[in-house]
């Protein structure tokens, strides 16, 4: 389903998602069957939130301006209803927590 073009013309169009959002995406990597990103969220912003801007926007560009390809691969929906998210930075949850937990 996902090729150079369409990759970098979904990615273009993520970015001005993620500018109008308050997000950042830093890394996207394109792949046959599904798309890598690494993003920076702010704290008032779950990664479910994120997520959804990402393939609630993404299907609405694909089928706007893709249809054929999403004719051709004889799907209608864009994304599988679900999602991974992974964190990365010296940081764990863990730590986060506890440090949110503590008094100053």
């Given at each position: 389903m996902f090729n150079s073009t369409l990759g970098g013309a979904l990615g273009d169009y993520w970015l001005r998602v993620a500018a109008k959002h308050g997000f950042a995406i830093d890394r996207m990597s394109v792949v046959p069957d599904h798309i890598h990103l690494m993003v920076r969220i702010v704290p008032s912003m779950s990664i479910e939130e994120c997520t959804l801007l990402l393939m609630n926007n993404g299907q609405h560009?694909?089928?706007?301006?893709?249809?054929?390809?999403?004719?051709?691969?004889?799907?209608?929906?864009?994304?599988?209803?679900?999602?991974?998210?992974?964190?990365?930075?010296?940081?764990?949850?863990?730590?986060?927590?506890?440090?949110?937990?503590?008094p100053e």
């Open positions: 560009f694909v089928g706007n301006n893709y249809p054929q390809l999403l004719i051709e691969a004889g799907i209608n929906q864009l994304w599988q209803a679900s999602a991974y998210a992974g964190t990365c930075g010296k940081y764990t949850s863990g730590l986060i927590q506890k440090w949110l937990q503590s």
